[in-house]
């Protein structure tokens, strides 16, 4: 039988590929490891934030009842007569829970000097509680999110180094997929490809946790890095749309401004306020939550914003609306959301998913359950990969001092 002379060849270039992937995998993951240990079990403990808030404040969740909330008229009234030398800058509700206040001072310059947030009961304006945080203080999910943003570090060295970090980590999600890839497929290469060996030494099941717990929540995992990648790269953010929508470059955001003119004003800010958010949930009566912002009184281009949540702790299907203060004639909105999501596009639907995508919430609760546990595999992966590595270079360690005793 005469030999085919290419097949050494390629099972040599086969070889070579091989060692460059186990290389790339062993180095790329010994060097971004602790980062991405941090990425993934910060973001593992802030996909519940929201919920874990709640229970660990029963006054703010209210009973869901049959009448409209109070109108944003009356929000300024309660704030100004608690804090009457201070601004109010924004109001936020979702259903079942308290309307929060974002109230910062006048002065612009000054405006992250000190923030409150009034916890309001949106049927009867009760103030719950509220929270006074200073300058450079933190709670504890604010805390977590810096960490899983730009690791606590200045945020100008922290992000860049997260973002990367994050790149990194789906080329270690591809190049452990082909290590992982059996040569032959036999019953044996499956139940170890697929199945975890529990009954096994120590070493063998952190072997196991590794290959195994990495295949399944590959999917996972690359989804939830590939939409992290949005807010932070540039170049990949720009080309991920470019190549969604066949070609067409990402919409620019444009700030939307009122008319300076005040003499064109037709309503005082209350009666503005009030008109806007009555005008913008009207066409979504069975709205589950939104977000306006009040216009700075010193600045007489500042917009009123009105962002609706037709579905409670979703935010891809928002819709936003943009009134001039002085006269409430609905301005255009550069970007995503200038219009409606069932008419958006392809690549801006997805893009507008991003969020709900990166947490989970796209699913839903069952979503989130999903984006927690993989979030946790993946922050395990840094540590039973070293593992891997470190009792491999023992052993080699141990027998090469072996050979030479002998």
């Known amino acids: 039988m005469l030999s085919n002379p290419q097949q050494p060849k390629k099972k040599k270039a086969d070889s070579t590929l091989m060692r460059i992937n186990k290389w790339l995998h062993l180095w790329l993951g010994l060097s971004s490891g602790i980062i991405v ?26 009973e869901r009842q049959g009448r409209s909330v109070i109108p944003p008229s009356q929000l300024m009234q309660i704030a100004s007569e608690l804090y009457p030398d201070k601004q109010l800058r924004s109001a936020n509700y979702q259903q079942g829970r308290t309307v929060n ?73 591809i190049t452990g997929l082909i290590w992982w890839y059996p040569k032959k497929w036999n019953r044996s290469t499956r139940n170890k490809s697929f199945k975890v060996k529990w009954g096994a030494s120590y070493k063998r099941l952190n072997l196991d946790l590794h290959n195994v717990l990495g295949f399944y929540s590959l999917l996972f995992l690359a989804a939830i890095a590939l939409t992290g990648m949005v807010w ?62 009040f216009p700075d009184p010193n ?23 943009a009134f001039d203060q002085h006269t409430l004639k609905e301005l255009k ?5 200038e219009t409606d999501y069932a008419e958006a596009s392809f690549a801006s639907k997805l893009r507008r998913m991003n969020y709900d995508i990166h947490v989970g919430s796209i699913l839903g609760f069952p979503g989130k359950v999903l984006a927690f546990l993989f979030t946790l595999i993946g922050a395990s992966l840094p540590i039973t990969g070293f593992l891997i590595w470190w009792w491999r270079k023992k052993g080699f360690r141990k027998a090469k001092k072996n050979w030479k005793t002998d």
């Not at 955001?253 to 008319?259: F, G, P």
């Open 37 to 62: 240990f941090i990425v993934c079990i910060t973001g593992c403990i802030w996909v519940f934030h929201e919920e874990i808030t709640a229970l660990l404040e029963p006054r703010t969740r209210i």
């Open 101 to 173: 206040l974002g109230i910062s001072d006048k002065n612009e310059t000054s405006r992250r000097a000190e923030t409150i947030t009034l916890k309001i009961n949106p049927y009867t304006g009760e103030v719950v509680s509220k929270e006074i945080r200073q300058e450079g203080r933190t709670d504890f999910f604010r805390f977590i999110l810096n960490g899983h943003r730009f690791l606590w570090l200045p945020y100008k060295i922290g992000r860049p180094v997260v973002n990367y970090a994050t790149l990194v980590f789906v080329i270690l999600l």
């Open 232 to 293: 932070g790269i540039k170049w990949y953010s720009e080309g991920l749309y470019w190549v969604t929508s066949a070609g067409k470059p990402l919409p620019e955001y444009t700030k939307a401004e009122s008319d300076s003119l005040r003499q064109n004003t037709l309503y005082r800010p209350h009666q503005a306020m009030d008109i806007a958010w009555q005008q913008a949930i009207k066409q979504y009566p069975k709205a589950e939550g939104f977000y306006y912002t």
């Open 299 to 321: 600045q007489p281009k500042s917009v009123i914003y009105v962002y609706i949540y037709p579905n409670s702790g979703q935010f891809y299907n928002s819709r936003s609306f």
């Open 333 to 337: 909105q550069g970007g995503l959301n």
